[in-house]
């Protein structure tokens, strides 16, 4: 029977190679199912929300792919749904780590513990954070899913990672059609100093 305690039962896709997930790196990305947000816009809502629809990966295939391609690949992403749901995602990091490929982590920010201790442990070498918006749109833009307290708290704990670990975060916004050019102003203004935030267009998903 699956062990739901092991990060491996939670990989529900593999890219192989990605050209633009990590830039300036050649990287193979892992998906995991689940999220604990339901924003309206998610590209990957069936991942998000019906992981169970998505058949496993299993690890002897990933780490087959990760160490007969260490060569040419750069790093792995782990992306998702929100991969900081994983059980044992210090494990997934580490059994990257050991074929010779550092970890990038994508996420919302909203486990901002987690985060913190997969940094503590040198397991991931950036960490790429959606900012959703300004804190008063997170209600509408997660799908109620977020409290605008609850965003703010989270979010702060994650600034404050970065400042502790400069030169390992990321910060990126996408431009979904709830927020207005003032939304983007005042997101920008969230983000500490010395830090950028990137905007990134939206491209609405394919029709399931």
């Not at 260490?70 to 494990?91: A, C, F, K, M, S």
């Not at 442990?121 to 960490?127: A, F, K, N, P």
Request: glycine share 8%; proline share 10%; charged share 20%.
């Amino acid at each position: 029977m699956n062990d739901p305690h092991t990060p491996w039962n939670h990989i529900r896709g593999m890219q192989p190679q990605s050209f633009c997930d990590w830039p300036g790196h050649v990287s193979a990305v892992l998906f995991t199912g689940g999220c604990n947000l339901h924003c309206p816009t998610c590209h990957n809502a069936g991942l998000a929300w019906h992981p169970e629809e998505h058949p496993l990966v299993g690890r002897e295939t990933v780490l087959t792919h990760l160490q007969s391609h260490r060569n040419w690949l750069d790093g792995v992403v782990i992306t998702g749904g929100e991969p900081t749901l994983v059980p044992g995602l210090d494990q997934l990091c580490r059994d990257c780590l050991d074929c010779g490929l550092p970890c990038k982590l994508d996420t919302n920010g909203m486990r901002p513990d987690v985060v913190a201790e997969l940094l503590e442990q040198d397991l991931l070498s950036l960490v790429a954070v959606d900012v959703k918006g300004p804190w008063s749109k997170y209600p509408e833009l997660t799908g109620k899913a977020c409290t605008p307290e609850q965003a703010q708290s989270c979010l702060e704990q994650i600034f404050a990672l970065s400042k502790r670990y400069p030169g390992r975060f990321a910060f990126r916004c996408t431009k979904v059609p709830p927020l207005s050019e003032d939304d983007l102003a005042a997101t920008k203004t969230l983000i500490p100093t010395g830090m950028e935030l990137t905007f990134q267009d939206y491209i609405p998903p394919r029709p399931h």
